[in-house]
């Protein structure tokens, strides 16, 4: 038996034209969407549906765009909700933002606690622009109090689009999952030349030394990156060596300055020499 091709202008087939949507069939008979807006006196099912979801999601583009447009130079810092006040990474972030603002730039962080909070801590210090780009999580923690500038999203992504679009560059402390995922997608926008000319550093050799070094030994020897790749990132263990990388990579000055990851190649090649003598 063989399947007869459908007639297009089958008039038994109920069909229907919505929008760009063409209908057919079950999918047509769903109503019209003034029918849905004036007809229905359901319990506001509508607010969990996807096109509302779209609508929500594009307020906060809406929002953030707004919020951030003139804000002028400005850097994303990222790094643990964990760290401590006193601690060398909390210290660390402190100082960052200190010196950010004291060169007229502006920072933006998760907005919440750790070495987000330190940063927006250092930034209200040194009398510089403090935003925060807020995550509704099931565990609220709220804005740190040294966010002056805050914006709540909902979205994980729409808030990823603003520490993209409004920053110049990315400094990046010792953090957890959070952190990793900020720093390879920062990574990915760079390497596949969504965002040019966007210098990426992270702090603290120790602690990014060996995943720097999985980079290099497993990743690149097993042909998954380039070596350029590799000059995505700048490491460095000092909050003003941080600022002078991040800042000098904006105005594109960082050749003269950085030969390997780690300072000179030489200096690079020492380190990690050091590294796998002392596992
Ligand atoms: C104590 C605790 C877990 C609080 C969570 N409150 C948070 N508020 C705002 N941004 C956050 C929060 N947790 C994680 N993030 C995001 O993920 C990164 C830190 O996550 P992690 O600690 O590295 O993995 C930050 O740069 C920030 O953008």
New binding site residues.
């Given amino acids: 038996m063989t399947t007869e091709s459908p007639r297009r202008d089958d008039r038994s087939v109920p069909s229907r034209r919505k929008g760009p949507l063409e209908l057919r069939r079950r999918q047509a008979l769903q109503g019209t969407s003034d029918q849905h807006l004036l007809d229905t006196h359901g319990a506001g099912r509508f607010v969990h549906t996807d096109p509302w979801r779209v609508m929500r999601i594009q307020s906060e583009f809406v929002e953030g765009f707004g919020a951030l447009a003139e804000l002028g130079p400005a850097i994303s ?6 760290t401590h006040p006193g601690s060398d990474y909390y210290e660390m972030g402190v100082e960052i933002g200190r010196l950010l603002a004291r060169e007229g730039v502006a920072v933006i ?8 909070e330190a940063v927006n801590r250092g930034a209200v210090d040194g009398s510089g622009t403090s935003v ?4 509704e ?1 099931p ?5 740190n109090p040294w966010v002056d500038l805050g914006i709540n999203f909902r979205y994980f992504f729409a ?1 990823k689009t603003m ?1 993209v679009k409004y920053a110049h560059g990315f400094v ?11 720093l390879f997608e920062a990574m990915v926008l760079v390497q596949t030349g969504k965002v040019t000319s966007f210098p990426i550093v992270l702090v603290g050799s120790r602690f990014w030394g060996p995943l720097i070094g999985w980079l290099k030994e497993t990743l690149l020897s097993e042909g998954m990156i380039s070596p350029e790749d590799l000059d995505l990132i700048q490491v460095t263990d000092t909050a003003e060596d941080a600022v002078y990388r991040v800042l000098a990579g904006v105005r594109g000055e960082t050749e003269e300055r950085r030969g390997g990851m780690y300072g000179s190649a030489e200096e690079e090649e020492a380190w990690l020499a050091e590294k796998a003598d002392g596992e």
């Avoid at 810092?77 to 964990?82: N, P, T």
């Avoid at 925060?132 to 995550?135: F, N, V």
């Avoid at 990046?172 to 900020?182: F, K, Q, R």
């Fill in positions: 810092i990222f790094g643990s909700a964990r962080t998760g907005g919440g606690p750790g070495s987000m925060g780009l807020g995550i999580l565990f609220e923690t709220g804005f808030r520490f990046v402390l010792p953090g957890g999952l959070g952190t990793l995922d900020e």
